[in-house]
């Protein structure tokens, strides 16, 4: 706090109540008071003391303010909750220096929105809608177990389950709150489909909170038997393939992942079961495996999204991926999917054959080829070892 009188106060309230004795003088007192309609008339500021609305266009009021305390005026800004947590002190510094303001906060709405809730936030992500391209705030959500979002008229709180559906956001517990601490206090709860499918009031706190699906004991495996997956003519990818392609995925918790060629689903079901909150595509053009795709996700309890259609023109109607599994069609596919790869992505593709394999090195960097014998009994003579045919897995950027 400056030395001496502060020229301007600024008074954080909740429900048209301000916090402690100096905030309530600096209202009582004032001869100017500038504030939102709504402020205004909860504050009840002296009779005598004049009014000044204060709107998005701010550049009116502060010329008001400016000529108040050009002429000896006591004057005192309204805002809701801590005005410098995302308010109207930044502004005012601006204008008139921080030396100018003496700044008495309420509750910030966050803390009273987790407050409602009964829940910690020490520990959450808070982003402004204010002022931003929708999907910049949008990605600062994405990973995040809990956040707030402040919204605004430009990025309503539908705007905000709308980019997270787009981005293909994990699922969230949502609620809304609007009006906190005040009379027509609103509360919504929902999942991000009914937020984007909302009409509630743009000036509200979002509050995002992870949904953990209940789960069994917790395993980590991966690479089933082929026998755990319905497929036609051998035509899935071996297991131990497959897990060693999962491994150079390295899947992300949240993000889009194609799984292009996907025949029996193997990796995409396998990627859904190890990351539950991914958005998973497996894109296949033959109809019945992607009837088969269908069934096997149905078997291991994942959200699999099977796509019918040859790539890469398929493609052209998904969200862009974080990460592609390449498991049928030519290098045309992989480049398709690489224009399209997220930033900090990975591609992975599997290859029978030395030429596209060597074309797939070049544009990823990692190549390793895969022989693999798996033992067969011979009763009573022991046991051999039968080959698989080798596959060359590439892998990048990394």
């Avoid at 303001?101 to 509750?107: D, E, I, T």
């Avoid at 009006?179 to 509360?187: A, F, I, Q, S």
């Avoid at 991966?222 to 131990?240: N, Q, V």
Wanted: hydrophobic share 50%.
């Amino acid at each position: 706090m400056p030395d001496g009188p502060a020229i301007i106060d600024v008074v954080g309230l909740v429900g048209g109540e301000c916090f402690g004795t100096a905030a309530r003088a600096a209202v009582d007192g004032a001869m100017v008071v500038v504030g939102s309609d709504r402020q205004l008339k909860l504050a009840s500021p002296a009779a005598e003391a004049e009014r000044v609305p204060l709107t998005a266009n701010l550049s009116d009021a502060f010329d008001e303010i400016a000529d108040a305390v050009e002429h000896g005026a006591r004057v005192t800004v309204l805002a809701s909750g801590d005005p410098g947590f995302f308010g109207i002190v930044r502004a005012l510094a601006s204008r008139f220096g921080s030396d100018a303001l003496r700044v008495h906060p309420a509750p910030s709405s966050v803390s009273l929105a987790f407050a409602r809730l009964g829940c910690s936030w020490d520990d959450a992500v808070v982003v402004s809608a204010h002022g931003r391209a929708m999907d910049d705030a949008a990605r600062e959500l994405i990973d995040a177990p809990k956040a707030a979002v402040l919204t605004s008229p430009d990025n309503p709180p539908q705007a905000i389950g709308a980019a997270l559906l787009s981005l293909a956001c994990g699922p969230r517990d949502v609620t809304v709150l609007t009006r906190l601490g005040e009379l027509d206090e609103h509360v919504f709860h929902g999942d991000l489909a009914a937020l984007a499918a909302s009409d509630l009031d743009a000036m509200s706190i979002v509050v995002l909170r992870e949904r953990r699906p209940e789960q069994g004991p917790k395993t980590l495996s991966w690479g089933m038997p082929e026998d755990r997956f319905a497929h036609r003519d051998g035509m899935i990818t071996k297991a131990e393939v497959r897990a060693v392609a999962l491994g150079k995925l390295q899947l992300p918790r949240t993000g889009v992942l194609w799984d292009v060629g996907a025949g029996s689903g193997s990796i995409a079901i396998e990627a859904a079961r190890l990351a539950p909150d991914l958005k998973v595509f497996a894109i296949e053009q033959d109809a019945e495996s992607v009837t088969r795709i269908v069934a096997n996700a149905e078997t291991h309890g994942v959200a699999v999204d099977a796509v019918s259609g040859a790539a890469p023109d398929v493609l052209a109607t998904l969200p862009d991926p974080d990460r592609v599994f390449v498991g049928g069609g030519g290098i045309g596919v992989l480049d398709a999917a690489l224009a399209r790869l997220r930033p900090g992505g990975v591609v992975v593709a599997n290859y029978a054959l030395v030429d596209r394999a060597v074309a797939a090195w070049q544009r990823l960097g990692n190549i390793v080829e895969l022989s693999v014998s798996r033992g067969v009994a011979l009763g009573e003579h022991g046991v051999r070892l039968a080959a698989e045919n080798p596959v060359f897995v590439c892998w990048g950027p990394s």
